[in-house]
T-cell receptor
């Protein structure tokens, strides 16, 4: 099975500062990768997904960007954080021909 | 496009009582169905899935869900809950052909009281 690593686990950043969250995957090759944001009581919001290196699709207009520099590495970034960027960020992976997702432990971001 | 409705945002129940968490979906194409569980401050874990075959699927920890195509439902049940089942439960659907982007429900918080 797949193992998803995310870091950092928690992060407190001031408004206007940059952001970089990293996700790496073990146990599979050429996975589909996903970034979600979870706000309290609101379920999961898909932010980005990627089907291969350098291939990023954005689901919602926002202050964030994503990159996939290597097959099993997915990075979420921002140049200037907003208060509304606070939340619990989850990285997920799925095999190319499978539908179930494996999730990382998440990063709790607080923008102050 | 798909949509998923979890009607109950919170379900309180006493330990050893039965529980049902409801999930209804809508889709213009065939779908695969999933239940995920999320314990506090953790990521989601796959609990069970329906892809094809028997409409009743079971997990290793006593949960089961039944796919009802006519009612477009995939309710999650457990005959006797434990304190350790306290968690957030998410229902999700994925179209069965092509797109690998699931649609998640908003989640149901199961709270098991002693």
């Amino acid at each position: 099975s797949q193992t998803i690593h995310q870091w950092p686990a928690t992060l407190v950043q001031p408004v206007g500062s940059p952001l970089s969250l990293e996700c790496t995957v073990e146990g599979t090759s050429n996975p589909n990768l996903y970034w979600y944001r979870q706000a309290a009581g609101r379920g999961l919001q898909l932010l980005f997904y990627s089907v291969g290196i350098g291939q990023i699709s954005s689901e919602v207009p926002q202050n964030l960007s994503a990159s996939r520099p290597q097959d099993r590495q997915f990075i979420l970034s921002s140049k200037k954080l907003l208060l509304s960027d606070s939340g619990f960020y989850l990285c997920a992976s799925a095999g190319q021909m499978t539908y179930e997702q494996y999730f990382g432990p998440g990063t709790r971001l607080t923008v102050t | 496009a798909q949509s998923v409705t979890q009607l109950d945002s919170q379900v309180p129940v006493f330990e050893e009582a039965p529980v049902e968490l409801r999930c209804n979906y809508s889709s213009s194409v065939s779908v695969y169905l999933f239940w995920y569980v999320q314990y506090p401050n953790q990521g989601l874990q796959l609990l069970l899935k329906y892809l094809s075959g028997s409409t009743l699927v079971e997990s290793i920890n006593g949960f089961e869900a039944e796919f009802n195509k006519s009612q477009t439902s995939f309710h999650l049940r457990k005959p006797s809950v434990h304190i350790s089942d306290t968690a957030e439960y998410f229902c999700a659907v994925s179209p069965s052909g092509g797109s690998y982007i699931p649609t998640f429900g908003r989640g149901t918080s199961l709270i098991v009281h002693p």
